[in-house]
């Protein structure tokens, strides 16, 4: 009987838990959607590898509830980011805006291939302008024939 009771318990627990999220999340498709992808878009400033969205810390539990405050007043997305990097600065785009303050982290990459590039070709040049291409004399023919002529008895390996 204990038994019984205590698996209605833990089920009503388990329900009501799936119940009270699905109470949050439905209050406006639209906002939820709107509310999802701009999630996503947004970094955890205390996690800072994960999405406001993924994230359990409870900063981002409090930006999340602002964010969907600011929604249900009827701000714009633009608007909601604007005064969320105000707030926080850039850090909290995961795609940081292409500015001049942003150009190595954009750009590095690029120009450390390039200058990698450069470097490499210009050792392979320089390495082929030192290899000299000279016939083999008599004797280091000779010597050659030696070292690959195979004796009787012994196989090449």
């Known amino acids: 009987m204990k038994r019984l009771a205590l698996l209605i318990l833990l089920s009503l ?12 999340s439905t209050e406006d498709p639209r906002i939820e959607q709107r509310f999802k992808n701009l ?4 970094r955890c400033p205390v996690c800072q590898n ?5 994230s359990n810390a409870e900063l981002a539990k409090q930006m999340r509830d602002q964010i969907r405050e600011q929604m249900k007043a009827g701000k714009t997305d ?21 500015t001049p303050t942003t150009y190595l982290l954009w750009f590095g990459p690029f120009l450390l291939l390039a200058a990698g590039l ?18 083999l004399t008599s004797e280091e023919r000779k010597r050659a024939a030696e070292l690959l002529a195979v004796e009787p008895g012994r196989e090449n390996i």
């Open 118 to 135: 450069v470097i490499l070709f210009r050792y392979i040049q320089q390495r082929r302008n030192t290899i000299v291409d000279a016939p």
């Open 13 to 24: 627990c388990l329900v009501s838990g799936v119940v009270a999220k699905d109470a949050q």
């Open 78 to 98: 633009k608007e909601i980011i604007a005064f969320l990097t105000e707030r926080y600065g850039q850090f909290i785009l995961y795609r940081p805006q292409v």
């Open 39 to 42: 999630t996503q878009q947004l």
């Open 50 to 54: 994960e999405t406001l969205a993924d």
